[in-house]
């Protein structure tokens, strides 16, 4: 064991472990996630001793995702694998809460569990009870114990969608030196881009196992919006607005984002009787939406629910819908946002004004043009989408009235701009397919099953 390992396991891992404990008092998702954690062994046991005799004999593969973003991004390599071969077992390990609930309705895992503490006895024991012949960790949370342990074993580990910016924390000082000791063990980098395939070299990776294959959250995402068309029943509540109205969706918008955003929303809905509102909270609380309300019935905007609405079009059909003169329809549910950006012309992308901007892939799949705060140095494709001149970063509330008048008075810059979004994931399709053949022709043993 090198310095580096055992300052993590006798101290790194022991004040973390300490610091989640503290946190799960505080906070019911690090409970969540801890009693979940506790328990991961109990489901795998369960699960083998359910499968007797068929208990995996070398022939599985273990994707690791961190979140629902990483989920999404696994999402699809697990689908082609398992289409491949139904037989071969395929294990997902998560470690958030958050991406639980998916994870365990995966219909193309065997078994979804929390990934164990990262202790070598852990892992050691995970290892042997799973017998992967490959792991593929989605984009990061790159775990010390599970990457050494798995490489002295002989078992390849494959890094899929890999980012590394060059300010990564990770490359720095102390802690590069420390990521240093176990990512050259990793197999190999399947990064998003030229930049983040040179970064990992410089934390020990060979440099003929970073390649660059892009971003398969591009493949899953443009299917989910091919199979939400203008007819899908969670639109046909907005097919009032379809006439002579510009619609502006305002997705995964956060307290932060509403700050400038809503004045400028007061200032055009006074100057056009064509803009129509979509106000969809990242997180649709009571609170949130009565506070979303209450400032519409301030200044005088009529409104629905979408609750409502749908409720209305499912008992009374399309005639329903939302009427024309309705000025803002406000998101009271989740899961309807490819719906809510299949029925816009433009879209306002949440979460840039606090951590990073949430997903601008899911508009540009429909060909709208996108607007986001200042903080989306985080979205590959965001930065994509300014460069092709089809986003737009604002700073305040003046300039997002600027860019939305844009919109409003001229339709063909309103056309150009959703094109040149829909492009970049036109272009940027076939991630997938990059990453299933670079595993094939790397570890042809692993993906055969045998």
Not at 326 to 334: E, K, N, Y
Not at 345 to 359: E, I, L
Request: proline letters at 5%; aromatic letters at 8%; a positive charge.
């Amino acid at each position: 064991m090198d310095l580096w390992q055992l300052a993590y396991n006798c101290f790194g891992l022991p004040l973390a472990r300490g610091a989640s404990r503290l946190a799960a008092l505080l906070r019911p998702k690090f409970s969540q996630g801890l009693r979940g954690r506790r328990g991961s062994f109990r489901e795998i046991d369960a699960w083998l001793a359910g499968r007797g005799a068929e208990s995996p004999a070398g022939g599985s593969i273990l994707f690791h995702v961190t979140s629902v973003g990483e989920y999404l991004q696994a999402l699809p390599l697990m689908k082609e694998l398992k289409e491949r071969d139904s037989s071969r077992p395929v294990f997902l390990s998560f470690f958030s809460p958050s991406v639980e609930k998916r994870a365990r309705a995966c219909p193309h895992a065997d078994l979804a569990f929390y990934l164990p503490e990262d202790t070598r006895s852990n892992i050691r024991r995970l290892l042997g009870l799973l017998k992967p012949k490959l792991i593929v960790i989605s984009k990061f949370d790159i775990w010390p114990n599970l990457v050494i342990l798995a490489s002295r074993s002989g078992i390849p580990l494959v890094v899929i969608a890999a980012t590394l910016s060059p300010g990564s924390g990770r490359l720095r000082g102390i802690s590069g030196l420390f990521h240093r000791s176990f990512y050259r063990r990793l197999n190999l980098i399947c990064a998003i881009s030229e930049h983040d395939a040179r970064n990992f070299t410089r934390l020990g990776v060979a440099e003929e196992n970073c390649i660059v294959t892009g971003d398969t959250r591009f493949d899953q995402t443009f299917q989910r919006a091919s199979e939400v068309p203008q007819d899908h029943p969670l639109v046909l509540p907005f097919r009032g607005w379809e006439t002579n109205c510009f619609r502006l969706a305002c997705g995964s918008v956060w307290p932060a984002d509403l700050q400038r955003l809503l004045p400028a929303l007061a200032q055009l809905t006074r100057t056009s009787s064509r803009l129509r509102i979509i106000l969809a909270p990242h997180e649709p609380t009571r609170e949130q939406v009565a506070r979303l309300t209450t400032w519409l019935e301030r200044h005088k905007l009529s409104y629905e629910l979408y609750s409502t609405l749908k409720s209305r079009v499912e008992s009374q059909g399309p005639a329903a819908a939302i009427r024309r003169e309705t000025r803002a329809v406000v998101v009271d549910i989740v899961g309807v946002l490819a719906a809510v950006y299949r029925a816009a012309d433009a879209a306002y992308v949440g979460g840039s004004f606090g951590k990073g901007v949430h997903n601008t892939m899911e508009p540009a799949c429909f060909g709208l043009p996108v607007l986001f705060g200042p903080q989306h140095r985080n979205s590959y494709e965001a930065t994509l989408m300014l460069e092709a001149g089809g986003a737009f970063a604002v700073r305040d509330s003046r300039q997002a009235a600027t860019i939305i008048s844009h919109f409003l008075s001229d339709e063909i810059f309103l056309r150009h701009s959703g094109e040149r979004t829909r492009e970049v994931v036109l272009n940027n399709l076939g991630a997938t397919w990059r990453t299933l053949e670079a595993l094939a022709q790397r570890f042809p043993q692993a993906l055969s099953g045998k």
